[in-house]
């Protein structure tokens, strides 16, 4: 066996399981705001407010005729 394959093997490793936990709490960080401004919004009794955050796109623009 080499031992310094084994060696760059386990460093290797060890640096993508580091990388995937960073990516984990970041992610779990961001699902944590999420669930907040839920929880925040539907707490909230402004019904339009709800409606803007199902629906942004909807009530920006006025078709005129004149």
Known sequence: MDIAFI?????QSKVQQQASISVMKMAIGIAEQQGEAIHKLMSTSDVTAIQHAAQPHLGGNIDLKI
């Open 7 to 11: 060696s760059m093997a386990l460093s």
